[in-house]
């Protein structure tokens, strides 16, 4: 394999700090990937699952301190702290490097670097770019196999020598105290040590198509969002494409590949948690997925919430931390009502009811082309042009379930003021309310509000802006029940939306925080909902709304003069739309 000689030096230089006995270039292959896995299947990194059930399955069980990203360990390594801004962890780039070097140094010895060249984004597509990973874990470049496109295919991509993100990744010794998880914008740099899971050690995902991916958008002019992209085809076979940012473990995946409830009507896939955006020539908006796998939280997948998903993950699957059953199939809570006899839990140890059975945030790593509803053009290398964009948030209150902007600013001002009830995807306590603007809070790899300012200006570049919504499938009543059934039914508000788009359903309410459904514009046709919860699930409340919106002047505060006032303004005028 032909390799650039800034790549070779930074690879040589990364072993002489982690000492490995041996440096392998992975090439992407299945011979390739065959080889990882009897490998792991030999020293136990790997359990083989049934082979008739779930035929080339296979689990993984990560260290117990080692199940989820870790937000606080993870810093944005800029020279100015100001760059990375009041929401991110910083640290100074010698600091990060002299604290992480120790960790790092000798790391690997005794083990094996693989050097992964892999691809974020489809062959021969302008919008796609490089990353260079080393790693010492098995698990991980095989999840890479999944994830990205390795090999080759990714060398062939780069525009000069210099034309990739590194990405130095070593289990270290797996304990929080010695982990961190590092981005250095300004050397297009990943440091990520102690750390085998998830967004934490697939350095493609979160740290490049992300973090770094945001600060390389900004400069280059494009977007790099934590949002799925989806197809949605009516009766008349027109497909509408859409983005939608939700945070981690909300149900992207679920609605990326929802089975509609409503006949005629279809979803086809296109990517379940990133969506990389450019404005083309004609400025029009156009997304690719970066991703060539989905890295998805396997509890409370079911043929009820995501057909799709679960016929997906019959094959070809990795999983992580889920629970076995005693015909070595993989179980989590939520997939069958009622949990098999004889489980081992994610630990492997015998299961005690009222304990996790599967981890909450276990996972399963599949090709996106396994999936039932892949769209036939997911890897067109122009992407596919979006005509909507969604943010949604899981609050069981106060927030409608779904209304939308009066404009693109007024949209960029309802994603920045997201707030969302924290889940098991991080390690922290579940449930808490926080701001995550866009859904990108740990994912903005610089300060948030110049990413504020550059969704601004990217809508002054979009010839015909996609309209924007927000949604909220987790309102509750009173009983504490949600007041919307989810899921499939979703399909009846992603129908609202287009038909918004497309200048039908002109019957809307206008409150101060944008424009409603009428009830009776949603298609609830065969739905057994009580009219009472659906004028529920689309209230506004004007003292609820003002004292949700409290905190975010200080939220906007925080940003100084990078927040752009046509921001600020959009939440005054909501709170005199209130009061007036
Ligand atoms: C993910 C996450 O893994 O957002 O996609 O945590
Ligand atoms: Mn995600």
């Not at 992480?100 to 796609?128: D, F, H, Q």
């Not at 991080?426 to 995550?436: F, K, L, N, S």
């Amino acid at each position: 394999m032909s390799t650039t000689s800034v790549a070779e030096q930074w690879v040589d230089e990364t072993a002489r700090l982690t000492a490995p006995s041996r440096t392998e270039w992975c090439d992407g292959s299945k011979a390739e990937y065959d080889r990882l896995i009897e490998a792991m299947l030999r020293d136990g990194t790997l359990l083989p699952l049934n082979s008739r059930t779930y035929p080339n399955c296979y689990l993984h069980r990560s260290h117990p301190s080692d199940v989820a990203r870790t937000e606080q360990l993870t810093f944005i390594c800029t020279g100015r702290k100001e760059d990375a801004g009041p929401t991110n962890n910083w640290m100074a780039p010698a600091e990060a490097k002299r604290r992480a070097g120790e960790y790092l140094k000798g790391a690997m010895r005794g083990r094996t670097m693989y050097v992964i060249p892999y691809l974020m984004g489809p062959a021969g597509s302008a919008m796609s770019r490089t990353g260079i990973m080393v790693t010492d874990s098995a698990y991980v470049v095989a999840s890479m196999h999944m994830m990205t496109r390795v090999g080759q295919v990714a060398l062939q991509a780069m525009r000069r020598d210099d034309d990739f993100i590194a990405g130095l990744h070593s289990l270290g010794d797996l304990s929080p105290d010695r982990r961190l998880v590092l981005h250095f914008p300004e050397e297009k740099l990943i440091w990520s040590v102690g750390s085998g899971y998830g967004g934490n050690a697939l350095l493609g995902k979160k740290c490049h198509a992300l973090r770094l991916g945001s600060a390389q958008a900004r400069q280059e002019g494009w977007l790099a969002e934590h949002m799925l992209i989806i197809g949605v085809e009516d009766p008349e076979g027109r497909v509408t494409y859409l983005a939608a940012a939700m945070p981690s473990a909300s149900g992207k995946t679920n609605l990326s590949m929802v089975v509609s409830s409503l006949p005629g009507w279809r979803a086809w896939t296109v990517g379940d948690d990133i969506a990389w955006m450019h404005v083309d020539s004609t400025g029009q908006l156009r997304a690719i997925n970066p991703e060539r796998g989905f890295f998805g939280v396997a509890p409370n997948t079911s043929p009820k919430t995501n057909p799709n998903a679960t016929q997906m993950v019959r094959s070809n699957t990795i999983f992580t931390n889920v629970a076995l059953t005693p015909s070595g199939e993989p179980w989590w809570e939520g997939l069958t009502s009622e949990p098999p006899a004889g489980l081992l839990d994610w630990q492997g140890r015998a299961w005690t009811p009222g304990t996790p059975a599967a981890h909450p945030n276990s996972r399963f790593t599949v090709l996106a082309q396994q999936c039932p509803s892949i769209a036939p053009n997911w890897e067109d290398p122009h992407g596919v042009p979006i005509s909507g964009l969604i943010f949604g948030s899981r609050r069981s209150a106060v927030i409608p379930l779904v209304f939308e902007a009066f404009d693109w600013t007024h949209g960029v001002f309802l994603g920045s003021a997201m707030s969302t009830e924290t889940t098991a995807a991080i390690t922290g306590q579940v449930g808490v309310v926080r701001r995550d603007p866009m859904a990108m809070l740990p994912f903005c790899g610089y300060n948030m509000g110049d990413y504020f300012a550059h969704w601004l200006a990217m809508g002054s570049r979009v010839a015909r802006p996609p309209k924007i919504f927000r949604v909220n499938w987790f309102r509750r009543g009173a009983d504490g029940k949600f007041l919307w059934p989810g899921f499939g039914d979703n399909m009846r508000v992603l129908k609202w939306m287009v038909e918004r788009i497309h200048g039908g359903a002109p019957d809307v309410r206008e409150t101060p925080i944008g424009f409603l459904p009428t009830p009776s514009a949603l298609d609830t046709s065969g739905l057994d909902l009580r009219r009472g919860k659906l004028d529920e699930a689309l209230r506004v409340d004007a003292t609820e709304w003002l004292e949700a919106l409290g905190d975010l002047d200080e939220f906007y505060g925080q940003f100084g003069s990078r927040m752009p006032q046509p921001i600020a303004r959009k939440l005054s005028d909501t709170r005199r739309g209130f009061a007036g």
